[in-house]
């Protein structure tokens, strides 16, 4: 018998028992040991987003190496690891590359449960203040992004060619068109869609492409949310936008900077040795070099099992993007987006002015750190800017351009989110008193989590492998353990057989959870639409909080009405 896989999981386990206690008390109520050891340096060299441990749990807080490194230990920590794998050690587990998302395990030492929401007792605002109407189901959470009506505020994407993306795409997007909200196509779809038709350097058919936005049109009904697809560098080489407009009939299209693999251009792993060629010949970075006859005879013995495409960064020139801007409305573009990433407060001013001078529609900032491909681990842990600081220096922008009378884009905040109380706070915080700026919040790995144990919970439920407690508690097929499948077969009859169980799933989670979790927080704040939501409801339960977004201390909050009130 085998006995290392156990004798690994014992000493992982052990490794991070005092973690798993200190993040139970966190989240029930305890305090948990300080929060540097959160932040400790074990992490440096132990992580589970590259499956590697260390032999002994009390490691160096410099180095997160053993105090004591030995010859004979089996286990394979960051160190070890790099030094029979190199670069595949900068990456989550290759070989779960197109079955897994992945993020930052490092703690920013400020996210969103550094807040609390505010709840009221006295009136009832966007609604008549009477008990048998101010209820909850009756609060409104629709919003607009980019003149798009959403019936949850939330967009999600961008999906591009990674490959958790393009096997999960229709539970995506048939859940998005279902659930009402915007979804955005990623980059470099036609670029690595093997059937594609180029002709003299721009594309003129993309399968890939195509089946991602008719997915979609199945089942939109025309009035909520959209397809958008997103280009970056590679994209406009190919005129894959003008291409999406032209006979795709898109509407909506974002150019995306930088910000692939967080902040370099996007990464994918091929695992097929024509297909790394063909990417080569269409002008992609693939390494190794799948043309070199050293490469492809360490490739056929197994030396590695995969080729890395990349993608180039885009260098945004300001001229060249506002006339860039002006020719996607030229061709037809009917509304224009941005995306960019977590990146310095002086790229956050510089992107906010020029999608202020080109009147972008909306911009998209995605806060550090997580992916649904390959961005490298340190990068996601390392760099950028965490959503909660990012938000704060975006609304900052927006309020000096609206102090100068410029005009302020809607504006969409990623970067962590899954579920209601952080979407109430992102959205809150940025209503100064005449409306939120943000609009909307984008979701990239979440929803692909519930797509993909949706699926998963199905073939087991199909082959009677589900877990015993799952099935004593939900019962033994689809129809039951998706409590949204009655509505779905409701409103959609006979084409409910049409909708993968996936888009069931995802359906679910958004409009029977998120939805109706924030419908009831914002009940609690006695705010019975989405635009009245204000910093007023939030207090900041930490120093660092209250000094990076303005949100006074809980301590603070409405002194002087307590003076007031029983003066």
């Not at 008719?214 to 009904?221: G, L, P, T, V, Y």
Request: neutral net charge; hydrophobic residues 40%; aromatic residues 8%.
């Amino acid at each position: 018998m085998d006995i290392y896989p156990i004798i690994l999981y014992i000493i992982y386990f052990q490794q991070h028992y005092m973690l798993l206690l200190n993040l139970f008390l966190r989240n029930n109520g305890g305090s948990g040991m300080p929060r540097r050891v959160l932040q400790n340096s074990s992490y440096l060299n132990a992580k589970s987003t590259t499956r590697t441990i260390t032999r002994v749990e009390d490691v160096s807080c410099t180095s997160g190496m053993c105090p004591l490194c030995v010859r004979e230990c089996p286990f394979l920590c960051e160190i070890s690891l790099s030094a029979f794998r190199g670069r595949e050690a900068l990456y989550p587990v290759p070989e779960q590359f197109g079955a897994s998302t992945a993020s930052a395990l490092k703690d920013y030492g400020l996210d969103w449960s550094h807040f609390n929401i505010l709840s009221a007792l006295v009136g009832a605002k966007g609604i008549e203040a009477d008990s048998d109407v101010a209820i909850f189901p009756n609060v409104d959470v629709r919003s607009e992004v980019a003149g798009i009506p959403l019936k949850i505020p939330i967009v999600i994407g961008a999906y591009g060619s990674t490959e958790v993306a393009r096997v999960n795409w229709e539970g995506l997007a048939v859940g998005a068109a279902l659930s009402g909200i915007l979804i955005t196509i990623g980059e470099n779809v036609c670029g690595m869609d093997p059937e594609a038709v180029i002709t003299n350097g721009k594309v003129t058919y993309s399968k890939e492409l195509e089946r991602r936005v008719e997915a979609f049109r199945r089942f939109w009904d025309g009035k909520h949310g959209d397809i958008a697809v997103q280009t970056n560098v590679e994209d406009q080489r190919l005129g894959v936008d003008i291409y999406a407009i032209s006979k795709l009939e898109v509407d909506v299209i974002e150019r995306k900077w930088g910000q692939g693999a967080k902040a370099i251009g996007g990464e994918v792993r091929i695992r097929d040795l024509k297909k790394a060629i063909m990417l080569k010949k269409r002008g992609y970075i693939v390494y190794p070099d799948p043309e070199d006859p050293a490469v492809q005879e360490a490739y056929r013995d197994g030396v590695f099992t995969s080729f890395e495409r990349h993608s180039r960064v885009g260098m945004p020139v300001e001229r060249d993007f506002l006339e860039d801007i002006d020719q996607l409305r030229e061709h037809g573009a009917k509304r224009v987006t941005l995306k960019t990433g977590a990146y310095r407060p002086s790229a956050v001013a510089y992107t906010m002015k020029l999608a202020s001078e080109a009147k972008i529609d909306a911009v998209t900032f995605d806060g550090a750190g997580g992916g649904t491909g390959m961005s490298p681990v340190p990068m996601m842990d390392e760099m950028g800017t965490p959503t909660v600081y990012l938000e704060a220096q975006v609304l900052k922008c927006a309020e000096i351009l609206k102090r100068k009378g410029r005009y302020v884009p809607d504006l969409i905040i990623a970067g962590g989110f899954i579920n209601e109380t952080q979407i109430f706070k992102a959205i809150a915080m940025s209503n100064f008193g005449e409306g939120p700026y943000v609009k909307a919040v984008l979701m990239g790995r979440a929803p692909i989590t519930a797509v993909m144990k949706s699926e998963y919970f199905c073939e087991l439920a199909e082959k009677g492998k589900l877990p015993k407690d799952f099935r004593g508690r939900y019962g033994d097929s689809p129809d039951k353990f998706f409590v949204a499948t009655p509505e779905l077969k409701r409103i959609y009859g006979e084409r409910f057989k049409e909708i993968p169980w996936g888009a069931v799933g995802l359906y679910t989670y958004l409009t029977h959870r998120i939805k109706i979790g924030l419908q009831q927080l914002m009940a609690g704040a006695r705010k019975w639409r989405l635009d009245l939501i204000d910093r007023s409801d939030l207090a900041s339960l930490t120093e660092k909080a209250a000094k990076a977004t303005g949100i006074p201390m809980m301590d603070e909050i409405e002194q002087d009405a307590m003076e007031r009130i029983l003066d």
